[in-house]
C-alpha cells in the first residue's frame, strides 16, 4: 500500500509555470509507475503524464506533451510535473496516482490516488 499527497497547485498566469510534487509513504515507490491526472469541473479524469518505475520513459497527453514534463526521484518518495506555458484549460484538481508495474495511461488502471491539488490559470 502506498499514500500519495499532492502539493504545489495554486493560482498562476497564462504562460506561467508551476511545478507540482507527490510524496508517497508507505511502500517503496520505485515498485510503482506513476501517473498524473486532471479533473476540470464537469467533466471526467484525463490522463496527463506518466512515468515508468525507473524514470526511463514517460508518455504524455497530447494536449500538454512539449509542455509538461513530469520525472521523479525515488530517494525521495516523490513524483513531480513541471507545468510550463500554462493555459486556462489547463485549469484543473490535479491527481497523482500509483500503479505496481510498468506504466499506465487508463484511470481505472490505477490502484493508489491523492486527494488532489487545485491548479488554476488566470486567462
Known amino acids: 500500500q502506498v499514500q500519495l499527497v499532492e502539493s504545489g497547485g495554486g493560482l498562476v498566469q497564462a504562460g506561467g509555470s508551476l511545478r507540482l510534487s507527490c510524496v508517497a509513504s508507505?511502500?517503496?515507490?520505485?515498485?510503482?509507475?506513476m501517473g498524473w491526472f486532471r479533473q476540470a469541473l464537469g467533466k471526467e479524469r484525463e490522463f496527463v503524464a506518466t512515468?515508468?518505475?525507473?524514470?526511463?520513459?514517460?508518455v504524455y497527453a497530447d494536449s500538454v506533451k512539449g509542455r509538461f514534463t513530469i520525472s521523479r526521484d525515488n530517494a525521495k518518495n516523490t513524483v513531480y510535473l513541471q507545468m510550463n506555458s500554462l493555459k486556462p484549460e489547463d485549469t484543473a484538481v490535479y491527481y497523482c496516482?500509483?500503479?505496481?508495474?510498468?506504466?499506465?495511461?487508463?484511470?481505472?488502471?490505477?490502484?493508489?490516488w491523492g486527494q488532489g491539488t487545485q491548479v488554476t490559470v488566470a486567462s
Open positions: 512515468i515508468t518505475k525507473s524514470g526511463s520513459s514517460t
Open positions: 508507505g511502500r517503496t515507490l520505485s515498485l510503482y509507475s
Open positions: 496516482a500509483a500503479v505496481l508495474g510498468t506504466i499506465r495511461i487508463g484511470k481505472d488502471e490505477y490502484d493508489y
